[in-house]
């Protein structure tokens, strides 16, 4: 089954904008923090894969579409799941929605390609590739 | 007709991420900069037209595809042209070119709706939507 | 007594910058991450003090020491306390730590300025003074 | 003669806040926007420096007080200059102004040492300290 994953973010000052909500930017931020979280949770680390088996995540398209402003101190949940999976690449599946009263305030995907970090396309490995498909 | 118009960038260190590279969610923030420039060069500013006309184009969608990466430093120009345009919305093209060697770094669009600064739904005024489409 | 308040914060990618690190400028960032989450620890909101109060803490200096780099995926303290609290004005000052291994990331202080929305300086309202002095 | 040299910067949208000013961790930004086109004006770059002569200036300790608020749109000039320079560090001192109307938007100064990619202070080569002093 692919479930949505959660994490909470929450509005900082400096992310509004003189509209007075978060700026439009900053979505594709919390979407990278999303994936973050999803591999911890998935038990490894972004960090890890990088460092250690030189396989990135780069990306190769974004996507979000706003529904609703998002405010200062505004708690957001960010869900997020696998969209596909091809061997050198993926997709995720974003939901951004305000805490407090439930309204959805964005929707996105990314695609990513899987690389080395001499930017050659390379396979995912199936240590990570079991782990992200658990 | 509907003509590339182009505005040069620069790549910011901070704008640099641990991949070496300009990280993905500054292309929206340089789409932003060139519907700037895009409108000081139709004869108005996008400050004045919130400031004095309360007309706010609040950013309904964007997409972002990835070509190419580009680095500090990097002279890039932002080519951005409109796209469709309706009473209460329109949306915007663009292409990121590297200088130096012509590279495609990136294509994209933006949709927007026309809205005051209560976040209310209205209509382009007719000077902006003329001077837009000039 | 004047004890540090601490909250903690993740280091982000989109905050790494080339050199493998999170890039200066986010310091101030988590710094007003930590006035925000001071406040709230302390029984009100920075935003309904803007929104309903009109008081406003305007930045008028900022100074930060770098002891060490931090690096994506870093579990991060922020300790703030209250410096000098003057009528019109008050100064906060900040440690950052790493969680994993003790080391101290940076040092620094801010100073700011009440005033309303206007930019007028004023003078502090007593219930917040109270509240931040607790 | 220690002159200043002069750099110019547009306000972009995304660097507002919901005051309606630039916010303030832009101006750490700013700055080092101003380091990289004074090395550019000395006569070279300091992406070559980094890549070709393993040679970081790393920052120790930022300081800025904010004189005036900026806007969207706004034009500044970005001023800057050497402060110290030592065997294995140098500071560099700033000025941000307004070009519509002279306006003071602030001072600042940054400490440097120089490292290589290793994080091991080094020498500044002998190269790139004439430049700069010059």
Known sequence: ?????????RVRYAETDQMGIAHHSNYLIWFEHGRSEFCRAKGFSYRDMEA?????LVVA????RYKSAAFYE??????IRIG????????????????ADGTMIAEGETVHIVTDS???????PEKYRAKLLT
């Open 118 to 124: 001499n930017k050659r396309v390379r396979t995912m």
């Open 84 to 99: 596909t999976v091809r061997s050198r690449g993926l997709s995720f599946e974003y939901e951004i929605v305000r805490e």
């Open 74 to 79: 505004d708690l957001l949940t960010v869900r």
């Open 1 to 9: 089954m692919n479930q949505w994953y959660e994490t909470p973010i």
């Open 52 to 56: 250690e088996d030189d396989v990135l």
């Open 61 to 64: 398209e974004t996507h979000c």
